[in-house]
């Protein structure tokens, strides 16, 4: 069955720098673009990046743009978020999710979570 | 504009019907797709393109759109449909994912 586990997250000083990583499975992982979604707590969720399925095209959030990368490693089935100079308002449950759609956005499965907290 | 607008609250009788809605520019171009997200848990799509439905959600979930407008239809609300439900689509250049701020569903 499809599965996305996301681990890398934790406790971490402003500034500082995290990354998160996104094991897929139960699917051909090269057919489909992966993102990245954040929830704060208490509040919505927020679209952060996207990689396409080759790995030939990345978008960003502007809130997140220039210290968020987002990759992959398609030999490992795998989607990478780095964040570096990390803000509290960066503390969130981080999600991946599959993109199913082709013309239009559809996150047909998605990851548990890991939690990201900055706070000094 | 780059931004969809839902409404943040919405309740409905049980066995009644509900629609939530979502609002924005780019809808005039791109399907909506909905999510339900309960307490505790990772979100679960509920409707995608224009009225489809992935395996395993109840046909009491609906889609519709018209317009810059797209509509979620629960009918015949359940106990269980109490969540928080958020659309989504692609803005209108077609490279950023835009959520809705979501609408808390209450089942009374």
């Known amino acids: 069955q499809v599965q996305l586990v996301e681990s890398g997250g934790g406790v971490v000083q402003p500034g500082r720098s995290l990354r998160l990583s996104c094991a897929a499975s139960?699917?051909?992982?090269?057919?489909?673009?992966i993102h990245w979604v954040r929830q704060a707590p208490g509040k919505g969720l927020e679209w952060v990046a996207l990689?396409?399925?080759?790995?030939?095209?990345?978008y960003n959030a502007d809130s997140v743009k220039g210290r968020f990368t987002i990759s992959r490693d398609n030999s490992k089935n795998t989607l990478y978020l780095q964040m570096i100079s990390l803000r509290a308002e960066d503390t969130a449950v981080y999600y991946c999710?599959?993109?199913?759609?082709?013309?239009?956005?559809?996150?047909?499965?998605w990851g548990q979570g890991t939690l990201v907290t900055v706070s000094s | 504009s780059s931004e969809l607008t839902q409404d943040p609250a919405v309740s409905v009788a049980l066995g009644q019907t509900v629609r939530i809605k979502c609002q924005g520019d780019?809808?005039?171009?791109?399907?909506a797709s909905w999510y339900q997200q309960k307490p505790g848990q990772a979100p679960v799509l509920v409707i995608y393109g224009e009225d489809s439905r992935p395996s395993g959600i109840p046909d009491r979930f609906s889609g519709s759109s018209s317009g810059n407008t797209a509509s979620l239809t629960i009918t015949g609300a359940q106990a269980e449909d109490e969540a928080d439900y958020y659309c989504n689509a692609w803005d209108s250049s077609g490279n950023h994912v835009l959520f809705g701020g979501g609408t808390k569903l209450t089942v009374l």
């Open positions: 780019s809808l005039r171009t791109y399907y």
């Open positions: 999710a599959r993109d199913y759609g082709d013309t239009q956005v559809i996150f047909d499965y």
């Open positions: 990689m396409s399925y080759d790995g030939s095209n990345e």
């Open positions: 139960g699917f051909t992982f090269t057919n489909y673009n």
